[in-house]
């Protein structure tokens, strides 16, 4: 798996990968993947760790993007 290519420059990489080392330290992050592991184990999901991981960051980060756009729109 090689590292996919973006027409981002290596600062603004390096900043999205702080931010998203930052959400997955958190403890509401940890609690939500773990709870996430327990009910896709219960429900068989393959590879569940990994899949609740992801599952964790996705909407942590689509939590983050529609808090930016409510907070635009009140504007």
Request: charged content about 25%; hydrophobic content about 40%.
């Amino acid at each position: 798996m090689g590292v996919p290519k973006f027409d981002f420059n290596e600062e603004e990489i390096k900043k999205w990968l702080n931010h998203i080392a930052l959400i997955c330290l958190s403890e509401e992050f940890q609690t939500l993947k773990t709870e996430l592991e327990t009910i896709y184990c219960q429900s068989n999901v393959e590879n569940f760790r990994l899949t609740a991981f992801q599952d964790a960051l996705y909407a942590f980060i689509a939590q983050e993007e529609d808090e930016r756009v409510c907070a635009i729109h009140a504007h």
